[in-house]
């Protein structure tokens, strides 16, 4: 089998919000929509405190609350875990949104652009079937199975691998295979202390933090 997962190295992440960019120029998403975000937040009790920088988004869970409460069956799981969504079977009710408890699905009612009218660049990457629908980061789907078939391996080609692991500039973000030992994201997990957002919830997410945990944020 196959499980995708993401994992956030919370002691190399510098903020820089480079992945959020390359993410956002990757899919022309409107202003306000941001799949890949950085949080920006205090670790630690006075006097001794840090600034953390957790980059947050979909967390393509196991069992994803949004898909539970989807009337329409847009919202499906893969085979290898990444949580998607049908736009042209999505109705637009937002139930996804209000149930996702990493806020991380959003819904433009009308397009938008960042300078007022559209640029040509605005132009070319415009999908209408992404208006009053939900959407969300989708691990880059479409890099990963073209670079399935041409027969490169994600997380490690970068033609198959999401753009904002490889706009990481600090190496923070890592993907790959979880089933698979000798991947990159097994062998950071294998070697070093982790957590999951809300894992307490039951959504068995697919994105990792990697922490020491000697800096109060767990």
């Keep these: 089998m196959t499980r995708w997962v993401m994992i956030a190295d919370l002691r190399r992440c510098v903020g820089c919000q480079t992945c959020t960019a390359a993410c956002k120029e990757a899919n022309g998403t409107p202003p306000g929509v941001q799949w890949r975000r950085v949080l ?5 009790e006075y006097p001794e405190v840090s600034r953390v920088f957790l980059p947050t ?20 799981k893969r085979a290898d875990g990444l949580v998607t969504i049908d736009y042209d079977v999505c109705i637009g009710c937002a139930y996804c949104i209000m149930a996702c408890p990493y806020e991380a699905r959003y819904k433009v ?34 890099r990963l199975d073209a670079g399935l078939k041409a027969g ?9 691998t999401p753009v904002c692991v490889q706009g990481c500039l600090s190496g923070a973000l890592r993907f ?4 698979d030992p000798d991947s990159d994201v097994s062998r950071l997990l294998a ?18 933090y990697l922490w020491d945990g000697k800096r109060g944020l767990i």
Excluded at 40 to 44: L, P, R
Excluded at 60 to 67: K, L
Excluded at 118 to 141: E, H, N, S, W
Excluded at 176 to 179: A, I, K, S
Aim: glycine residues 12%; hydrophobic residues 25%.
């Design 57 to 76: 988004g979909c967390q393509h869970c196991d069992n994803p609350p949004c898909q539970e409460v989807c009337p329409s069956g847009a919202t499906g």
């Design 191 to 208: 070697e070093n202390q982790w957590f999951r957002m809300h894992e307490q919830e039951g959504t068995g997410p697919g994105f990792y």
């Design 40 to 44: 920006d937040i205090e670790a630690g």
């Design 109 to 142: 009612t009308e397009p938008d652009w960042a300078y007022g009218a559209p640029t040509a660049l605005d132009q070319a990457r415009y999908d209408p079937a992404m208006v009053g629908v939900a959407t969300k980061c989708t691990f880059c789907i479409d």
């Design 176 to 179: 790959g295979d979880l089933d």
């Design 152 to 160: 490169l391996q994600p997380g490690r080609d970068p033609e198959a």
